[in-house]
């Protein structure tokens, strides 16, 4: 006779083999650990092949046939996903709220003027709008905090969430004009930095604990968001990232200046659309993830950016 596992037999195997233990697994789904053990028993019964290494082991190892069908059970419970997102999406038609988590790697103006076209096209429809660093936005959005996440990076790998890439964005190492790096205007070293403070935001989601991104100073503020860290950097407290939408307008006033710091990674990454498999986009969200691309889309690419700010260079020292 074939196999004919249930769902939820898929579903407790895939918790095991995700939490790494029969215990974690029944502290996540709330069941008794001895009811995760006989769903897993059934299972192997099922299939005639043993999943878990249990003897010797102080946790459960997956055998080689459990390797073979962790990818299965993951294709088939997203599929089902899947269907039971598309049936309560023909059920619910358009949101009642929208919650969106925003990254502020995307530029403000877009923010503002897609929500201003949201609300005249969707005036029924409530938003909660929430603003995240680094892994937030993927956090609020796997958590279901929020509907839809647009930007961050994709800190981790999670099957339960879609992602699409909708744009990108570059960080520029800026400091104030009266600031010492600022003063040797020339291309920088890693020793010219590494005893000046540098202004690093703080992740609070906890999914990039342990790694830091461009900190290259030995001495460094920890900040909770990218505004304070804008302020303190603009007040002459150290220097930093910001993202190119940030300090573009400060850039081209003077009241920033861009270091040149070739040890500084300022490689485009990708800003994306994030919901989750089982609450597709309904028409509000789809049209809003979409106007988002079509706007980002139109973003300039770092080369073009420093080309801007080239010219403008050019423009105020032909004026003086």
């Known amino acids: 006779m074939l196999p004919n596992p249930t769902l939820d037999q898929l579903q407790v195997f895939l918790t095991v083999a995700d939490t790494?233990?029969?215990?974690?697994?029944?502290?996540?789904?709330?069941?008794?650990?001895?009811?995760?053990?006989?769903?897993?028993?059934?299972?192997?019964?099922?299939?005639?092949?043993?999943?878990?290494?249990?003897?010797?082991?102080?946790?459960?190892?997956?055998?080689?046939?459990?390797?073979?069908?962790?990818?299965?059970?993951?294709?088939?419970?997203?599929?089902?996903?899947?269907?039971?997102?598309?049936?309560?999406?023909?059920?619910?038609?358009?949101?009642?709220?929208?919650?969106?988590?925003?990254?502020?790697?995307?530029?403000?103006?877009?923010?503002?003027?897609?929500?201003?076209?949201?609300?005249?096209?969707?005036?029924?429809?409530?938003?909660?709008?929430?603003?995240?660093?680094?892994?937030?936005v993927m956090n609020m959005v796997a958590t279901g905090e929020a509907t839809v996440g647009i930007g961050g990076a994709l800190m981790k790998q999670d099957d339960t969430l879609v992602a699409e890439r909708i744009g990108h964005s570059f960080m520029i190492p800026v400091a104030a004009p009266f600031h010492p790096l600022a003063k040797l205007r020339r291309p920088l070293t890693l020793s010219d930095v590494r005893e000046e403070v540098q202004m690093v935001v703080r992740d609070t989601s906890g999914i990039t604990n342990g790694r830091d991104f461009n900190v290259l100073s030995y001495r460094t503020w920890r900040v909770s968001d990218i505004a304070i860290k804008h302020q303190l950097i603009a007040g002459g407290l150290g220097w930093g990232g910001l993202p190119a939408s940030v300090s573009r307008d400060d850039l081209n006033s003077g009241k920033l200046v861009q270091l040149d710091l070739p040890a500084y990674e300022q490689g485009e990454y990708p800003i994306y659309s994030l919901h989750k498999i089982a609450n597709p986009p309904g028409p509000a969200t789809a049209w809003l993830i979409d106007r988002f691309r079509n706007l980002l889309s139109m973003c300039p690419s770092h080369s073009e950016f420093q080309e801007q700010l080239a010219a403008l260079t050019s423009m105020q020292e032909a004026a003086e």
């Open 20 to 136: 790494g233990s029969f215990s974690a697994a029944s502290r996540v789904l709330n069941r008794a650990q001895s009811v995760i053990s006989y769903t897993i028993a059934n299972l192997e019964a099922q299939l005639e092949v043993e999943l878990f290494e249990r003897s010797g082991a102080r946790q459960p190892k997956l055998t080689k046939a459990g390797h073979a069908m962790l990818a299965d059970a993951r294709r088939l419970v997203a599929d089902l996903e899947v269907m039971r997102a598309r049936v309560k999406n023909l059920k619910e038609g358009l949101e009642a709220e929208l919650s969106i988590a925003i990254s502020v790697m995307v530029p403000s103006q877009a923010v503002v003027m897609v929500l201003r076209e949201f609300r005249t096209k969707f005036p029924s429809v409530t938003v909660n709008l929430m603003v995240g660093e680094l892994g937030e």
